[in-house]
C-alpha cells in the first residue's frame, strides 16, 4: 500500500523544513535523515524492484574486464544483451557502483561522482562513479559498492543507506556490473578523501539532469553492424569541466528514470546485440 501511495508523490518539488524522520533500511536497519523528502525518496526506492536475473551461478563462465575498476566507454541494461536470452554462454563476472545520492543546498537531487587519476593506465582521467569488482568476503552488491567507495573517496559507510539495486549493466568487456542506490542521511558530514592512486577529483552533479536535454550531446556509434547512441552530458562546476558518457552515464540515465519516474527527454537507441559465436576473456560488447 504505501508503495501505491508514495508513486503518486512528487519528489523534490519545493522545499520542505527539515525534520528528522527514520524508517527502515533494505536490510532491516534504521534510516534517520534530516529531510522529509529524503525519507520519502527513499521509501519509494525500496518499492522499486529490478528485472529478474535467471543466471544459474552453479555454471559460471568468468570473463575478466580488462581495469580493475567500473569505467567502460559502452554499457548497456543486461536485460538487452545476449546475456538474457543465452545465460548458459555468458558468465560475466560482478562488481557494484555506488550511485550516492544526497540533497543539495538548493533542494535539487544530487550524485556524487569521481574523477579518475590521470596516472592510471586505463580510463585515466574518465568520470566514473565508486564501485570495482566484487570480493569473496562481500556478502552482496551493496557491501561492494560501500566498500569501494569508502576505499576510493573515504566515504564512511554510516553515512549511507542502501535502499535498491537496479538491473545489471555489461560493460564493453563483459563485466556485469550492479547499480546500488544509496542515500547519504548528512551530506554536510562528508569530508572526501580522494585515494591519490585512484581519483582525481570528487564532485557531484544534479540526478535530473541525465533525464534532461540541456547539457547532453550524443553520437552515432555502429557496432557489429548496427547503429546505437552515445550520450555524452557536459557538466561543469567551481570552474572545472568534466565529460560523463559511456557506462556511466548509461547507468545514471537509468537511475534518474526510476527515481523521477519519467522516461528521459531524449531517444535512448541501443545496438540489436547478436550472440557472438565464440566467448572468451577478449570478447566484448562494442
Excluded at 9 to 36: I, K, W
Excluded at 117 to 127: A, F, I, M, W
Aim: neutral net charge.
Amino acid at each position: 500500500m504505501i508503495c501505491s501511495v508514495l508513486k503518486r508523490l512528487p519528489l523534490f518539488s519545493p522545499p520542505l523544513v527539515n525534520v528528522m524522520a527514520s524508517s527502515t533500511s533494505l536490510n532491516g536497519g534504521s534510516l534517520s535523515f534530516s529531510s522529509r523528502r529524503l525519507l520519502a525518496l527513499a521509501q519509494q526506492l525500496r518499492c522499486y524492484r529490478p528485472p529478474s536475473c535467471s543466471l544459474d551461478d552453479n555454471e559460471e563462465q568468468i570473463i575478466e574486464d580488462a581495469a580493475g575498476k567500473v569505467v567502460s566507454q559502452v554499457g548497456f541494461q543486461e536485460s538487452v544483451t545476449p546475456v538474457a536470452q543465452n545465460p548458459g554462454k555468458f558468465r560475466p563476472k560482478r562488481a557494484a557502483v555506488l550511485i550516492c545520492l544526497f540533497e543539495g543546498v538548493a533542494g535539487d537531487l544530487r550524485v556524487i561522482l569521481t574523477k579518475r587519476s590521470s596516472r592510471l593506465s586505463t580510463h585515466s582521467g574518465e568520470v566514473s562513479l565508486p564501485g570495482g569488482k566484487a570480493e569473496e568476503g562481500d556478502k552482496d552488491d551493496g557491501q561492494t559498492a560501500i566498500r569501494e567507495a569508502r576505499e576510493e573517496i573515504g566515504l564512511d559507510p554510516s553515512l549511507v543507506n542502501v535502499v535498491t539495486v537496479l538491473e545489471p549493466f555489461l560493460s564493453k568487456h563483459l563485466l556485469r556490473v550492479v547499480p546500488v542506490i544509496g542515500v547519504m542521511k548528512d551530506k554536510k558530514a562528508f569530508k572526501p578523501t580522494p585515494n591519490p592512486a585512484e581519483v582525481e577529483a570528487v564532485f557531484d552533479t544534479p540526478l535530473e539532469m541525465f533525464i534532461k536535454d540541456e547539457n547532453r550531446r550524443v553520437e552515432e556509434r555502429e557496432w557489429m553492424g548496427e547503429k546505437y547512441l552515445l550520450h555524452l552530458f557536459d557538466y561543469e562546476i567551481e570552474d572545472k569541466k568534466y565529460l560523463i558518457w559511456g557506462l556511466t552515464a548509461g547507468i545514471l540515465i537509468r537511475a534518474a528514470s526510476v527515481v523521477y519516474q519519467r522516461s528521459p527527454a531524449f531517444l535512448e537507441q541501443n545496438p540489436k546485440f547478436r550472440l557472438p559465436g565464440v566467448v572468451d576473456k577478449n570478447t566484448s560488447t562494442g
